[in-house]
């Protein structure tokens, strides 16, 4: 292992690193400056990633150009947080950051995945089949249309209290927790409940559902027949 090396500093000729705890480990042994300017592409969980790069910015510890060459950061965490994700991207201005097929991102609240996704657009990660969490506060739905968009994996989050011709705007099957406001007590249509309930996978809480206005006889049968524990609780 790597230890004692006081106040040495380091070269690194490496151009691929496959284990980014061994530069953390190597920068806590020493007080001299590391070089990593030869480093194009390294492998390491989202929190090691940012606690790497971000140090990469700190002259004291490593050389100015470290990282200056990197060009892909391939995060290896099956579940993640959105805030070390974003911490590593922020340390970087030319890396592309890859992650595991199917992963987890744990968002926070919407500022963390707005961040996120400003990142995405900008093409500093590729987020294609991830699951989305949203585990901090409610989601907006024009928000949960944006994930949506962005993931062919499922969003999980609860849905900030709307109108029924909102609620009925989203798009996509996930995992939305999704309750019907004291509002639309009456008024809604058996159509519109079935179009908000084919949006997501976990029951939608219609307690406060009074009455529907008219609509098809087909509709209210189709609405009826889906009242179990996955689907409408009224």
């Not at 953390?24 to 400056?33: A, P």
């Not at 579940?79 to 890396?95: H, K, M, P, R, Y």
Request: glycine share 6%; net charge negative.
């Amino acid at each position: 292992g790597i230890s004692n090396i006081g106040t040495e500093s380091v070269i690194i000729t490496d151009t691929t690193v496959s284990d980014a705890s061994t530069l953390i480990t190597l920068n806590s042994n020493t007080t001299g400056v590391i070089t990593a300017s030869s480093v194009t592409a390294v492998t390491g969980t989202a929190s090691e990633l940012n606690k790497l790069l971000t140090a990469g910015n700190d002259i004291t510890q490593f050389s100015e150009n470290s990282f200056s060459s990197l060009t892909t950061a391939t995060v290896s965490d099956s579940t993640l947080s959105v805030a070390d994700l974003n911490g590593a991207i922020n340390a970087t201005t030319s890396t592309v950051f890859s992650l595991s097929a199917g992963a987890t991102i744990n968002t926070g609240d919407q500022v963390a995945f707005t961040t996120l996704l400003g990142y995405e657009n900008a093409g500093q990660v590729v987020i294609s089949d991830q699951n989305i969490t949203v585990d901090s506060g409610e989601l907006s739905v024009s928000n949960a249309i944006l994930l949506n968009d962005t993931t062919t994996g499922t969003v999980t989050a609860t849905i900030s209290s709307s109108s029924v011709d909102t609620l009925k705007t989203l798009t996509g099957t996930n995992a939305y927790t999704i309750t019907i406001a004291s509002g639309d007590a009456t008024g809604s249509t058996a159509a519109e409940f079935n179009t908000i309930n084919a949006a997501t996978s976990l029951a939608v809480n219609a307690s406060a559902v009074t009455g529907l206005a008219s609509d098809t006889a087909v509709s209210y049968t189709h609405l009826r027949a889906h009242e179990t524990s996955l689907h409408l609780v009224c």
